[in-house]
Every structure is written in C-alpha cells, then in structure tokens.
C-alpha cells in the first residue's frame, strides 16, 4: 500500500467559509506532497477554501510550485451571485501568505488559458460552472495545458441534480484515462491525464479501487474537518448571540436607569401637585373667610350678575375710553353718591360699566341710567350699559339721556 504522511491530519489555516470542499482538504495536502506539481492553477476559487487549502500544503512542503487561481468572483448560478467583499477576502489571504508563489487571475478561464503555454501544468482543479457543457469545454479547453505528468481534479461529481453535469463528464473519461472518485464531500473526481504520471499515485489509483480502506480514511478525515468548522461556526454564532445579550442587557440597563429617573420626576410632579393642592385648599379657606366679610357683602350683587354682562378686557378698554371721552362720566360725582364703591377700593368707570349702570347709579349730572333704561326697554334688553349705548347710538338716534323736566338739574 502507498503510505500515507502526516499531512494529511493537518488542519487547514483557512477554511472560515463554509463549503463541501472541507472535506476534501486532507486529500488536497496528500495531492500535493504526492505530485509536486511545479504549476498548479485553479479554476473557480470563490473563497478559497481549496485553493489556500493547496498553497498551505506548498508552503509547507517548501515546494518550489507557481499556483494560481482564476476566477472573476462574482459567482454563478451554482454557487449563487455575491459582491466583491468575496474578492478582497481571498485577496487579503493570498497577499499576506502566500503571495511569493501563488498569484490570483481575475479573468474568465478561457482569457487565463491563453497565459499558459501546452504542457505546462502539473495539476488543475476544476471547480467553476457545473452544468455538463460548461465543465466540458473547460475540460477541453484547458486539456492542451496539461503536462505529462498532469492531474486534473473535479468537484461535485456526486451531485445529479440542479442542473449539474459533472457526473457525466467523468463518467465519459473512464474509458480515457486512469481515474479515482470519491463520493463524499459532493464527490471529488481525479483524472491523470498526462502520459508520465507519478507511478507511485498511479499505484495509489489502483489500490483505491480495490480496497474501500482509502475511501473511508480520507472520508472520515474529510468529516472531521467538517464537524470541526461546524462545531467553530457554532461557536461563532453562540459568542455573536452573547455579545447580542450582553447589548440587550445594557439596554435594558440603560432603559432601567431611564424609568428610574422618569419615577423620579413623576414623584417630584406628584409632590408638586399635592403642593398645590394644599395651596389650593388654604386658599378655598381663605376665599370662605372673604366671602363672609363686609367687602363681599357690598360686592356680592356684582358677583352674581349675568356672565352676559360681562365685557372682556378688550371691549373695557374700549368702552372706557368712548365714555371718558363722551365727558358724560364723573368720577369725583360718582365716588360722592356711592360711598360703597369708594370704601371697597373699586375702580369707578369699571363699577359703572360693569354693574353702576344697571343699579339706578349715574354717571354724572348730566345722564340719568335709570331714565335711559326705563325709557328704551330694547337697550334694557340688550344687556348694554345705558351710557355706553347712548354714545354709540342713543345720541345719533335723538333718544333722550334723562328726563326733559331735570335737564338743568
């Protein structure tokens, strides 16, 4: 049997993205340290869990191997459409490890076949479009590239459906070169197509075949690794779910520290408001006590007039200012005859024209509210201060302002 070293159990440095390929790096390292390959190219990288899965085993080796990796990387519609933060993440990987052999060709397959000259690669990996026409005429077009010793790989052969046609093409190969086939990991194909091939990976074809020991060693192997980047996904996704509790915690805390302060300031309204209301009682207390003194008693009948009486302080100042300068209003007259009004402190005008008025007080010698009143029922009716009505209206409409008999009074 072909041995079979230690590199196999390595663990790939690079392998953060999640793809079926896991599973075939154990074989990708074996690939390697069996060939030698002096070119490597790579068809399809997305990522590069493959590809940098190859440069470690080169780099490791300390094999003097020219890799390279072409891809557009924008995807496909078997591997799904993506941006290119694919690209700048493999191109980091490739400039800060591997740069000094590995080069990466954003370019199609076919434009990058034209930079390679026939019989120069060692081994091709195969990994871009998977329908039947498309992974044929990769295979065709890149066949003249492939040296003597050359090896080509494809992936997915075990996939039969969603348009795949890998499968097809290896089945048609058989009859044409020596082949391998793993079934694990979507399949993996391995066809050594040049005439010089490495007769001890030849050998390691055969037994392979014969015996299912190879294929369940690199199975297991393959799952392991697989199990290994679940289990890191995992514990990817359970430290982003603790760093989510951990910002909803101090959210929490934060909404917390907030209710408290609003607590704070509706026990301090709270506090205020039975203030006020204590304020508010005392004051209720104080307004009975007034009410009871001399000054309610003489304005009492003010408070119970109408509300229809009532002039806002708009229409006082206004009405005021009409009947001071009618000269119809007294004020030394009207403090004289009500002596009331002067011993409550109450503005005279105000008094006339809020309640005097409509209390048989006059204004003055000169107009007689009682007169007015009696006399015009429809300004009685009105509601409309006697002399403010004869100003207005009364004296353009010849009505009298007292009686014809007291006008020299």
Known sequence: MVALNNIIFENPRFNAKFTSWVEHIPFAFFLIEKLRPKVFVELGTHHGN???????????????????AVDLWTGDE???????????????????????????????????????????IDLLHIDGMHSY???KH??????????????VILHDTNILDKGFGVWKLIKELRGKFPTLEFDHGHGLGIVCTGSKVDFEFLKFIDESKKDPYIHNLFAILGNR??????????????????????????????????????E???SKLIND????????????VVISIFTSSLYARITRSFRNLKKTRLISSYLYLKSRNKIIESGFFDEIYYLKKNIDVKDAAINPIKHYLIYGGFENRNPSQLFDSTFYLD???DVKVSGINPLLHYVIYGSKEGRLRKDPGKMND
């Open 133 to 135: 026409e498309a992974v």
């Open 264 to 266: 704070l300031v509706i």
């Open 273 to 284: 408001l039975n203030l006020i209301k204590k304020r508010l009682a005392y004051s209720d």
């Open 138 to 151: 990769d295979f065709e077009v890149w066949l003249p590239k492939m040296s003597i010793n050359g090896v």
């Open 225 to 262: 690794l697989y199990a290994n980047q679940q289990s890191a996904l995992k514990d990817h996704e359970l430290m982003v779910l603790k760093d989510l509790i951990t910002d909803q915690r101090n959210q929490l805390n934060n909404l917390n520290q907030l209710l408290k302060a609003k």
């Open 50 to 68: 493959s590809y940098f899965a190859f440069c470690q085993a080169i780099q490791n080796l300390q094999i003097q191997t020219k890799a390279y």
């Open 78 to 120: 078997h591997a799904g459409y993506y941006g290119p933060e694919v690209f700048e993440y493999a191109s980091r990987i490739n400039s800060q490890n591997f740069s000094h052999f590995s080069n990466l060709l954003k370019i199609t397959f076919d434009e990058a076949s034209i930079y390679f000259n026939d019989g120069t």
């Open 375 to 377: 006399n015009y029922p």
